[in-house]
């Protein structure tokens, strides 16, 4: 057995090892450092008889105390829809108009609102509202049926062209692709495009607009600012949902596009929808 080496300046034992001619002191640890980690093993070891911890084959252990966090959140979400009903039973039996007027219930239905729209409505209309292509945008102040609380409700409530909803709002744009002919079509398209912008051909502005007023006016006015009676989209603001440009706009008239929305009155419920409906309003498009 070797000696023991004793560190000459120091006096202290060293363990043994040495690097590069630099030996290691062999000091013991101080004693309260030692007892606190003895302390620690004892505190996890009955924290792990205490409570939920150790994974077993087909589940864990449940702990003395039965102590569970699903259970706890379970809890807590209990309290805070206990806490909500109050509001969501005030906003229930209240109309969109008696809503607005009490600032604290308005507040609590555009948060609510602001919630319900993330869950349900950003897939279309996206996380801000804007829209996107083929889904309109939420923000401006371009509104097919009526941007007013009120028409909004009504919108979400039964959906636009969904088949299972009675009441849904509906409008249907002929294709005119049978019904003119294809120089007319050019010349509406072009027509159309002059409201907003210059179309490629000058000269075709005033038989589009002839054409325009025999078929097209019933529906989108005499001056193509659309109606809201009829879902007919306003012309003469250059807010393009399904298309842009004059071909775009052509292929609207020959094969117009139709988009479908869920009606959600039956999904969400008339609470929900209405904070829908004031949380929309609130973004400052709606009248």
């Not at 607009?209 to 007919?232: L, T, V, Y």
């Given at each position: 057995m070797s000696e023991k080496h004793i560190d000459e300046i120091s006096g202290v034992e060293t363990t043994g090892h040495e690097w590069d001619g630099i030996r290691e002191l062999n000091n013991p640890m101080p004693r309260w450092w030692v007892w606190c980690f003895y302390l620690t093993i004892i505190w996890a070891i009955g924290y792990t008889i205490a409570y939920p911890a150790w994974p077993l084959l087909t589940e864990n252990?449940?702990?003395?105390?039965?102590?569970?966090?699903?259970?706890?959140?379970?809890?807590?979400?209990?309290?805070?829809k206990t806490a909500q009903s109050v509001y969501l039973d005030?906003?229930?039996?209240?109309?969109?108009?008696?809503i607005q007027a009490d600032n604290e219930l308005l507040q609590f239905a555009v948060a609510g609102g602001s919630?319900?729209?993330k869950v349900n409505c950003i897939q279309c209309h996206g996380s801000g509202a804007s829209g996107g292509a083929g889904f309109p945008n939420l923000n401006?102040?371009?509104?097919?049926?009526?941007?007013?609380?009120?028409?909004?409700?009504?919108?979400?409530?039964?959906?636009?062209?969904f088949a299972d909803d009675d009441d849904t709002r509906l409008s249907e744009m002929p294709a005119y692709a049978d019904m003119l002919q294809p120089q007319e079509i050019k010349q509406v398209a072009a027509y159309v495009v002059s409201l907003t912008g210059t179309p490629r051909d000058a000269?075709?502005?005033?038989?589009?607009?002839?054409?325009?007023?025999?078929?097209?006016?019933?529906?989108?006015?005499?001056?193509?600012?659309?109606?809201?009676?009829?879902?007919?989209?306003?012309?003469?603001?250059?807010i393009w949902l399904k298309v842009e440009g004059e071909d775009g706009i052509a292929a609207q008239v020959r094969a117009p596009k139709h988009g479908v929305m869920p009606a959600w009155g039956e999904r969400l419920g008339d609470a929900t929808v209405k904070q829908l409906a004031l949380f929309v309003h609130s973004l400052g498009g709606g009248e």
């Open positions: 252990t449940k702990g003395l105390l039965g102590w569970s966090s699903r259970a706890d959140f379970a809890g807590e979400m209990v309290e805070a005030k906003i229930a039996a209240s109309s969109l108009a008696d919630a319900a729209f401006d102040d371009d509104w097919l049926w009526g941007g007013s609380a009120d028409d909004i409700y009504t919108t979400i409530t039964h959906g636009i062209r000269s075709m502005v005033e038989p589009g607009k002839q054409i325009f007023a025999d078929n097209c006016a019933s529906c989108h006015g005499e001056d193509a600012k659309g109606n809201r009676e009829f879902g007919a989209p306003n012309l003469a603001d250059a």
